[in-house]
Structures are given as C-alpha cells and as structure tokens.
C-alpha cells in the first residue's frame, strides 16, 4: 500500500517543486526478497481459499497489534508497511490475539532490572552482551 499510494503521492509532490525521487525506493536488498505485494483484502481472499477463520491487520511497526487495536485513518493505512495475519481452521479468539501482540507495561514499584556491568551507561544499539538481574 505504500509503495502504491504515500510514496507515489510523494514522487509528485517531489516532482512539482523541482526534486527527484527515484521511481523505486528499495535498496538492493529489499529488491532481492521481496516476493509479492498483497493489501489486507487480497491477502485475506487468498486466505479464505485454505482456512475459514481469518484475521488481516496492518501495522506502522510501532505497535504490533497496529489496526487490531485503534481504527487507522485513510493515511495511516496506506503508510502502513506491514500486512499481518492470522489465519485457522478454528475460531480466532482476537482479544488473546491481541493481548499476545501488545508488550505488557512494567510497574516501576514492582520491578527492578541492575545491570551488573562495569559501564555506567550502554548504547542502544550496541551489541555487547552484558548480564542483567530481574527482581520483582
């Protein structure tokens, strides 16, 4: 959906003051593994040919749960990356669904997570392993 309408709509936006944006935005890689494109409706028809239950979603890979949880606007859902689903040959429980997706918040009073490291501070994005105590 996004490839379609957001970043088409950009591209000409892009074009009328003068920019360039190429035609086809994914690096090499994405190039590479992507298979097919599919919008929650067409995922869900090829679907329903296999399973009888089914639950099609799209998310902004913020929130896993996305439009299972909140309606989405017109411009969320078109600049939503990622179709998911669920599909079974029993009944879905949606609200199990969900809470599976939806990270569980901690209580500051109830928990209290000690890196046992030598560094006071660790990068985000960092892939050093350190050893960490949970105490609830």
């Not at 074009?15 to 929650?40: A, C, M, S, W």
């Amino acid at each position: 959906m996004y490839y379609q309408y957001t970043y088409e709509e950009k591209r000409k936006i892009a074009k009328e003051i003068g920019l360039y944006i190429p035609e086809n935005p994914r690096t090499f890689y994405e190039d590479l593994r992507h298979v097919n494109e599919q919008t929650p409706q067409s995922l869900f028809l090829n679907l329903n040919k296999y399973f009888s239950h089914i639950l099609t979603w799209v998310n902004d890979s913020q929130d896993l749960a996305g439009s299972l949880t909140h309606s989405f606007s017109s411009e969320e859902y078109n600049n939503a990356r990622t179709i998911l689903a669920v599909s079974s040959f029993e009944d879905l429980d949606r609200d199990r669904i969900v809470q599976l997706l939806s990270p569980r918040k901690l209580d500051r009073n109830g928990v209290n997570v000690e890196a046992l490291s030598e560094k006071d501070s660790i990068n985000t994005f960092s892939n050093k392993k350190i050893q960490v105590a949970y105490n609830s």
